[in-house]
Nanobody
Framework: QVQLVESGGGSVQAGGSLRLSCAASGYTYNSACMGWFRQAPGNEREGVAVIDSDGGTLYADAVKGRFTISKDNALYLQMNSLKPEDTAMYYC?????????????????????WGQGTQVTVSS
């Protein structure tokens, strides 16, 4: 059974940093595409940063240069220079269909496994 468990959210002032982690189990971890998504109240869930099985990354324009996605034994999102508009519930996601995933996109429809989310609040 695939499980994704996020941690590391919290409250921070604008300009601060947070590091999110996602512990994954139940599938061939290194062969999946994974990513971070976020959803603010009243908004649709949107892609933030994704990484494919080859280590290729893709970022939303709003976070380029501020956020960094990485993975080793877990998936991480280093968030620097945080802004109030980064406030949202952040979700870890994975797409695992039994074959190696070479292309990760920012579209939520690509991902078939989701964590429960961790809240990030940035105050001005």
């Amino acid at each position: 059974q695939v499980q994704l468990v996020e941690s590391g959210g919290g409250s921070v002032q604008a300009g601060g940093s947070l590091r999110l982690s996602c512990a994954a189990s139940g599938y061939t971890y290194n062969s999946a595409c994974m990513g971070w998504f976020r959803q603010a109240p009243g908004n649709e869930r949107e892609g933030v940063a994704v990484i494919d099985s080859d280590g290729g990354t893709l970022y939303a324009d709003a976070v380029k240069g501020r956020f960094t996605i990485s993975k080793d034994n877990a998936l991480y999102l280093q968030m620097n220079s945080l802004k109030p508009e980064d406030t949202a519930m952040y979700y870890c996601a994975a797409v695992w269909l039994g074959v190696r995933c070479h292309v990760a996109t920012l579209h939520t429809s690509q991902y078939n496994y989701w964590g429960q989310g961790t809240q990030v609040t940035v105050s001005s």
